[in-house]
């Protein structure tokens, strides 16, 4: 069970009901934000509530709250959990907002690469972090039952998208890339192209095109930057995560921190 405080008041839940995309989840169409803590502090948080309120007007939903009073009620949640290090979740629909944090337990051997396969499946709607989220739960299952960390999705061309709860940059000949257009404005990807002192462009790879690739990684919100040593079959990099990555994990550490 789960505890979480939707309206300021809190309510006891199975997983699955506060799971986005799931037959079981338990609320109407709306946004979700989901974001990490360390020792109780919000990582990045104010660019997640920023995303948050500019969807919600795109999509004419009403917040019934302010920032501030959301920004309350996360931290009732947050130290109301027993765990310093957690994955906090926002869930807005109409007239709710729906707050709730479980234990981050953060795998560091992701962190020396980590498989995955591809999918075809293109979202509805890329640029707005929905709770229709049944397409891109059911890709990631199949890559959990495949023993894989994420699935990449494939647009009908066989280019390469973004991941099923991921954002993907790639390097080729010491030049960094990531798409443009069609996926999640990410939040861990924004501050990455903010803040990197390595030029980033904007591009697309086809999936054919993987062996060209020295290397891949994955950004979200709960682990961060996440090396991709395998793809499918194709092993990147000869399995181990690569000089630009590393470089950018170290810098990312220090760009977290500085948004406590």
């Not at 104010?46 to 709250?65: C, G, M, T, V, W």
């Not at 998208?161 to 080729?172: C, D, P, Q």
């Not at 990807?189 to 591009?203: D, E, F, L, M, V």
Request: proline fraction near 4%; aromatic fraction near 10%; glycine fraction near 4%.
């Amino acid at each position: 069970m789960i505890k979480a405080l939707i309206n300021g008041n809190w309510e006891s839940f199975n997983d699955d009901e506060l799971q986005p995309g799931t037959d079981s989840f338990g609320f109407s169409y709306g946004l979700y934000e989901t974001f990490r803590t360390k020792n109780y502090k919000p990582i990045l948080l104010e660019p997640h509530l920023d995303r948050l309120f500019n969807s919600a007007q795109r999509i004419n939903l009403k917040i019934i709250y302010s920032k501030q009073e959301i920004k309350n009620m996360i931290n009732i949640v947050i130290n109301h959990f027993h765990d310093e290090n957690q994955r906090a979740r926002i869930i807005v629909t109409q007239n709710k907002v729906i707050i709730y944090s479980t234990s981050l337990n953060l795998d560091k051997k992701i962190y020396k690469g980590v498989d995955t396969l591809t999918i075809s499946y293109t979202r509805d709607s890329p640029h707005i972090k929905t709770t229709d989220y049944k397409g891109c739960l059911n890709a990631y299952e199949i890559a959990k039952r495949k023993n894989c960390f994420e699935a990449i999705l494939l647009d009908k061309k066989n280019n390469i998208l973004e991941g099923s709860r991921s954002n993907i940059f790639w390097v080729i000949s010491n030049s960094l890339f990531t798409r443009k257009n069609n996926v999640l404005p990410g939040i861990t990807r924004k501050t990455i192209i903010k803040n990197s002192p390595i030029p980033i462009h904007y591009g697309k790879l086809n999936i054919f095109d993987i062996n060209r690739v020295d290397e891949l990684f994955l950004t979200n919100s709960g682990s961060g930057i996440i090396p991709v040593t395998k793809v499918n079959s194709i092993i990147i990099n000869k399995g181990f995560p690569g000089p630009i990555t590393f470089k950018l994990l170290e810098l990312f550490s220090l760009w977290s921190k500085k948004s406590f």
